[in-house]
């Protein structure tokens, strides 16, 4: 069955204890398409996968077990020597790196202005989900796009997710395809004569004219009797299938790092739970083989965002998603052992509510009430999310803390909701939530970062206080100097109440370079925080390390 979750270098690596650097150089191997197999794309094998198979084997892990009770975390493995993500066909830094403007932000990707209508949409495929279809067609330019609609109960929900949450991915430096608004009405769009259709019962038929048309008599429509559809712009090269969240493409030369410690693989659950994003899963990605700067790359894409904020496909959100995995031992376990008179999180927000969905169906149920950042739960229990350390929670938190209100409000205004006031509440719930993830991760990581040494002098940034999250008043940023080394000796101690450290220009003379290591103590705390490394020598800055 045909789905919709269709749609180079790496830098030096780190790995190994708290402040280890180590370089990893990749090789750059021309690829032709036929080295690069399809991954098989089935959500029931991946539903068993992860939440039997996969779940068994960590339970058996004596390994995940120790590291969990002496809390040693596992570096990622992709970062380079100043502790970020280099750019790669997973990943390319955007907003983070130069700030994109409002309409930027809410342009998103773009390759063209969306399909083309000086003629009939042909159909040339179609599934039924449920009672909702989706289609596949194609424009006047002959190019193919894939449409998605909403529920009729709720028009603007899962489209406006959709073309939403695509444009945070896209900005925050992910590859999405083209998301745009369709609105149409029925003489623009027919099947062709070829078109075959999924049905809900499993079987494939001829699309007819007249089905088609019994398919559109379930969709919503509005005040102008249009349809209105989320239409993804097919990327071009060959597809692949999807990538996996744990493993490598071994087939690929240049994905040399397992994508579990991957850190952009790894923050996803971070950024999955900015944007309630619970169906995030390696079903809805997409390799596609393409040739750029003359030679075969094979890109990494995110798609099909319609479960995001508070939408799915068929309505509100439960109240349970976001809380709970589709297969949760943890939660079952403890119900069985309290006789379930424990009353949970989201049962507790659900009784709040008075089990209806508070505001507008397009909205859906998107709320902050009892929202926990370290304990969102995606549909699937991946282990490549929980495996998140500190370290990359603050690389996820900077990214987030990037976003100004105003560009929230610009993402947010891709959606094309037609009450303004629908637009408004999904952006003021997306500005808490933004702060209440930034908050948490800088509160228990490093939140030191943009590091520079000149004239005997090392500034940085504290981004908690930068940000709003924390008061410079009353904090210390205390230092230990070590010459270089792994077992370097200790050879002084500072401490200042601005981000600011006089060094000793004999640290850094010719020939010579330090180990700062430097921790922040805050007023409302008795002991100073994690710790973020600096090398240093007289050429300034060499690498920078936050503590896992």
């Not at 330019?141 to 896209?170: H, K, M, W």
């Not at 049905?199 to 398919?215: I, V, W």
Request: glycine share 8%; proline share 5%.
């Amino acid at each position: 069955m045909r789905k919709s979750r269709v749609l180079k270098k790496i830098g030096l690596g780190i790995g190994g204890g708290l402040l280890c650097f180590a370089a990893v150089a990749p090789v750059l191997l021309a690829r032709e398409a036929g080295e690069i197999k399809t991954n098989p794309e089935t959500f029931y094998s991946e539903f068993f996968e992860q939440s039997f198979y996969d779940e068994g084997v960590n339970l058996l892990d004596f390994g995940r077990w120790g590291r969990k009770i002496f809390r040693q975390e596992i570096p990622s493995a992709n970062v380079n020597v100043f502790d970020e993500v280099p750019d790669s066909s997973f990943f390319t830094n955007r907003h983070g790196r130069k700030r994109l403007s409002a309409e930027e932000i809410e342009k998103g990707y773009r390759e063209n202005n969306g399909p083309d209508l000086s003629q009939p949409l042909r159909v040339i495929e179609a599934e039924q989900r449920g009672i909702y279809p989706r289609f596949w067609v194609k424009d006047a330019q002959d190019e193919e796009y894939l449409l998605e609609f909403d529920p009729q109960i709720a028009l603007d929900l899962s489209t406006g997710a959709e073309l939403v949450a695509s444009r945070f991915y896209y900005a925050l430096g992910y590859h999405v395809p083209q998301y745009t608004p369709l609105f149409f009405n029925p003489d623009q769009i027919q099947a062709v004569s070829a078109a075959m259709t999924w049905e809900d019962t499993g079987f494939k038929k001829p699309l007819t004219q007249k089905r088609l048309m019994e398919y559109l008599l379930v969709l919503p429509q509005n005040a102008q009797g249009l349809y209105r559809a989320s239409a993804q712009k097919i990327p071009q090269g060959e597809k692949k299938g999807p990538f996996s969240f744990e493993k490598r493409r071994k087939d690929d030369p240049e994905d040399i790092v397992n994508h579990r410690d991957r850190r952009e693989i790894r923050a996803l659950g971070i950024f999955a739970s900015w944007l309630n994003h619970f169906d995030l899963c390696e079903t809805s990605t997409q390799d596609f083989l393409v040739h750029e700067g003359g030679q075969n790359v094979l890109k990494h894409y995110l798609m099909d965002f319609n479960g995001a904020l508070g939408a799915t496909r068929e309505g509100p959100k439960d109240p349970m998603l976001g809380h709970e995995h589709a297969v949760d031992y943890g939660e079952t376990l403890k119900t069985m052992f309290l006789l379930g008179f424990r009353e949970k999180p989201w049962q507790k927000k659900w009784r709040e509510d008075k089990e209806i969905v508070p505001g507008s169906p397009a909205v859906g149920y998107f709320t902050n009430q009892y929202f926990d950042p370290a304990g969102y739960k995606t549909f699937f229990p991946y282990e490549s999310l929980r495996m998140a350390t500190r370290a990359d929670g603050f690389w996820a938190a900077k990214l987030l803390a990037d976003f100004s209100d105003a560009d929230i409000r610009a993402a947010v205004k891709a959606g094309e909701y037609e009450n303004p006031e629908d637009a408004e509440a999904i952006a003021k719930t997306l500005i808490e939530r933004r702060d209440i993830i930034v908050r948490h991760w800088f509160s228990c990581s490093s939140p030191l970062d943009q590091f520079e040494s000149s004239g005997g002098r090392l500034s940085f940034k504290d981004l908690a206080v930068e940000k709003g999250f924390e008061s410079g008043d009353g904090t210390l940023y205390r230092a230990e100097i070590f010459t270089q080394g792994k077992k370097g000796k200790k050879i002084a101690e500072l401490e200042a109440r601005e981000p600011l450290l006089a060094l000793d220009p004999s640290w850094t003379a010719a020939g010579s370079g330090v180990r700062v290591i430097l921790r922040t103590l805050r007023p409302s705390s008795k002991k100073p925080g994690p710790a973020v490394e600096i090398l240093l020598n007289a050429d300034g800055v060499q690498g920078i390390r936050h503590e896992d």
